[in-house]
């Protein structure tokens, strides 16, 4: 072990040490179902508490890079090789996926969507805040609010948004690489154009009914492929014709599936073998009680092929119609060249309103009070 914990690092002991172990396993060298060092050995050698090691550890037994096995310790549970997956000729998937759904999955689907009645609405932004917020934004910008906002969004909403995906998801993405859109329907047919009508789209099964319609309305072809416990099933992606992952790692909507760490590394090496893209809806993933926020697939990605898209939605107001994507490099070029000629469809007054509140810190201020909140309602119950 070689774990150096900085302390003139911004993050905290516990998150250093996790950062440095996932990598180490990410890498093999703990490989899987290998143990990993206990909690005092590790603790001493980096000078920490315990209690800073445990912290680390439960961080990845949430990520699901590990598991803690009673009067054993922390084992890996993360793979790296595809050996266990069926075969595509094994698999017999039909096209749709649908037969091969488990019931278990469906009934989890149904009780998640009855018992979430609320997913997806808002998560009550303060209303007086966001009024606050309003009228000082018609004071300090004045008659620029009614100045026509550059095709891709304004700037400054884009540099906000850069700096605030930095800080709290890991993403590193330059401000021209967003596009600001109204609200995600508008970014998937965006996500149509940009790749083409040629292309067969991979979407969860069950998913968000609006992703399907439409790339039906797109008159697009797509495979719907089956849900596990920790995301697709592995059988079904590898027998997959798709060109186009389209996915929701944290909490897909209606079943509450939530893809562990091995099969968001799977995802990425199906994209990279046969020179796929992936679509990372990161729906409501803000408001999940980690102590650190949920990963990201375009955070780890090292073959730029992968388009990551948010929206307000939750975290603001669905009436605001804001939703932004984070194209890679790649594809910045390409996408001014194809459709850099469309107009912003979000009014510039808003976008300075968002600018505004994330920059003074009231957005981020929000998600951290909701996330504080949904921790002490898990713990009490």
């Known amino acids: 072990m070689n774990y150096i914990i900085e302390k003139s690092d ?8 996790y950062r440095q172990l996932r990598d180490d396993i990410i890498r093999e060298i703990y490989p899987y179902n290998g143990k990993l060092p206990s909690k005092r050995t590790i603790a001493e050698e980096c000078g920490i508490s315990i209690v800073t090691a445990e912290h680390a550890y439960a961080l990845l037994c949430d990520e699901g890079y590990a598991e803690s096995r009673e009067r054993s310790g922390y084992f890996v549970i993360f793979r790296t090789d595809d050996s266990f997956i069926v075969s595509p000729e094994a698999a017999a998937f039909p ?3 649908r037969e091969s759904f488990s019931s278990e ?9 009855s018992a ?30 009614l100045e026509r906002s550059p095709n891709s969004g304004c700037p400054e909403l884009r540099q906000a948004i850069s700096r605030y995906l930095a800080r709290s998801r890991g993403i590193s993405a330059r401000a021209e690489q967003i596009v600001i859109g109204s609200g995600a ?74 893809a562990s760490a091995s099969k968001r590394h799977e995802y990425m ?32 990605a090292s073959d730029d092929n992968v388009v990551y898209m948010n929206t307000f939605s939750q975290t603001i107001s669905p009436a605001l119609r804001v939703g932004y994507m984070v194209l890679p490099e790649s594809l910045v070029g390409v996408f001014e060249q194809k459709l850099g000629f469309y107009s912003c469809t979000v009014p510039t007054y808003i976008q300075y309103v968002l600018t505004e509140l994330i920059d003074k810190g009231d957005f981020e201020r929000h998600i951290n009070r909701v996330r504080r909140k949904k921790r002490k309602e898990t713990t009490a119950t």
């Not at 999955?105 to 969507?113: G, K, N, Q």
């Not at 609405?121 to 620029?144: C, H, W, Y």
């Not at 592995?234 to 509450?256: K, Q, T």
């Open 105 to 113: 999955i469906m009934s989890a689907s149904r009780t998640y969507s």
């Open 10 to 17: 911004s993050a905290p002991a516990y998150l250093q040490l």
């Open 269 to 300: 090496r199906w994209a990279k073998k046969g020179s796929r893209l992936i679509v990372e809806d990161d729906f409501e993933s803000e408001f999940s009680i980690l102590k650190k926020p949920e990963e990201t697939l375009f955070s780890h």
């Open 95 to 97: 096209p749709d996926g």
């Open 185 to 258: 329907e508008y970014l998937y047919s965006m996500i149509v154009q940009l790749f083409g009508r040629g292309k067969i789209y991979g979407i969860e099964f069950p998913s968000y009914q609006k992703i399907q319609k439409v790339y039906e309305a797109s008159d697009v072809r797509y495979e719907m492929l089956p849900l596990g416990c920790d995301g697709i099933d592995s059988a079904a992606l590898w027998a997959s014709h798709a060109d186009i992952l389209h996915i929701s790692p944290y909490r897909s909507f209606p079943s509450g599936v939530s």
């Open 116 to 145: 979430s009645g609320h997913a997806l609405t808002a998560q009550e932004f303060p209303f007086s805040v966001l009024v606050k917020t309003m009228r000082s934004t018609i004071n300090d910008f004045g008659e620029a609010i």
